[in-house]
């Protein structure tokens, strides 16, 4: 689906989040003048998951207008999640041509995109407009788009039902940009490992679909397991390399899985702790199989995470390829809701 088309919504006279928000959660985002305190509606979800508490959880401010850049990062650091969205509504042409406007916040820092907090938010906004509808004029019993507008670009979520009944979300990345390949034995002196620990069926190589990681394809599962966060040295290594700071980590991938159904194991150990699922890594590793002939063209690799944390996490990806050039980074699953509040400010 080419990203001009249905830009915002696919349904008979769909609604703008602006006009949605104003008819679901009359609380959100108002303020009580008498006593000067504003009251913000959130939404956490579990993503990448169809089980609750599993996956990987998500806070999704769902209007966040009068919020200010250090209120957000307050926010961001009272959920301590790994991330958190705040949404910004805007009148529904703009959405329409633009997408929705959403920014995304880990404890500690704004980054201009993340896998889990794109499906996630598309989710929860996708059911918000389906609520509008059921109490408003009789239009469409579904939405197959949302586009969210991030610091990265446009980024279209696509939403179909699956075998099971379940909504399942799927989510187009920036096209892949392919960085420096690292030699082996370095990164395995780095990361305290032998040389033999990591597979040499394809290269350790930085990429990008949005965020930067360093793909490491480790040879056995036991080794997958046991790893620990990176020693500083393997973090003074990636400042060297230029990239944006703060940005940059490594992604553990192994093909030894033991399970026919599941393409790949991985783990996101990074500097701040372990991650239940990666979706912006889970997209540079479908843009970096492709490349390397580990996942055929349009083929669907199921990528497992977070296990070790007691997370599980289930990533759905693929991509295409045209000559040389990876393209059209798809990354999906599912997301159920856990809970939702009202923060007072």
């Not at 896998?115 to 996708?126: D, F, I, N, Q, S």
């Not at 379940?166 to 990164?187: A, C, K, L, N, Y």
């Not at 360093?214 to 990636?238: C, G, H, M, R």
């Not at 540079?284 to 083929?299: D, N």
């Amino acid at each position: 689906m080419k990203r001009s088309r249905r830009s915002f919504l696919q349904t008979a006279g769909a609604v703008g989040v602006a006009a949605t928000l104003g008819q679901v959660g009359s609380a959100t985002a108002h303020s009580n003048a008498d006593q000067g305190i504003r009251s913000f509606r959130c939404v956490q979800i579990d993503v990448f998951t169809s089980r609750r508490l599993e996956g990987n959880a998500l806070a999704v401010f769902t209007d966040a207008r009068g919020l200010s850049d250090a209120e957000m990062q307050d926010l961001a650091r009272e959920t301590n999640l790994q991330e958190t969205t705040f949404v910004f509504p805007r009148d529904a042409a703009t959405e329409r041509e633009q997408g929705v406007n959403v920014r995304i916040f880990v404890p500690n820092q704004e980054i201009p995109f993340g896998g889990h907090p794109t499906l996630g938010t598309a989710m929860v906004l996708r059911s918000l407009c389906l609520k509008s509808q059921e109490s408003g004029p009789a239009s469409s019993n579904d939405i197959a788009e949302i586009t969210l507008d991030l610091k990265v670009g446009r980024i279209p979520v696509v939403f179909r039902t699956d075998q099971s009944g379940s909504v399942f979300g799927e989510m187009r990345q920036v096209d892949p940009i392919f960085g420096p390949v690292h030699d082996r034995d370095t990164i395995a002196s780095l990361l305290d490992l032998s040389p033999g620990d990591i597979s040499t069926e394809a290269p350790i190589q930085t990429v990008s679909t949005g965020l930067f990681f360093i793909i490491v394809p480790i040879k056995n599962l036991s080794t997958l397991q046991q790893l620990k966060v990176a020693p500083q040295k393997a973090y003074d290594y990636i400042d060297r390399q230029k990239l944006p700071p703060g940005l940059s980590e490594f992604y553990y991938v192994t093909r030894d899985i033991g399970d026919p159904a599941i393409g790949l194991r991985s783990r996101g150990i990074f500097s701040t702790g372990e991650d239940p699922a990666t979706g912006s890594a889970a997209g540079c590793t479908a843009g970096w199989m492709v490349r390397y002939g580990i996942a055929k063209p349009e083929e669907t690799v199921h990528i497992l995470q977070g296990v070790e944390m007691k997370r599980p996490s289930h990533i759905y990806v693929r991509a295409t390829k045209d000559g040389d050039s990876v393209k059209n980074v798809r990354v999906g699953g599912h997301a159920v809701q856990i809970m939702e509040a009202t923060v007072s400010l």
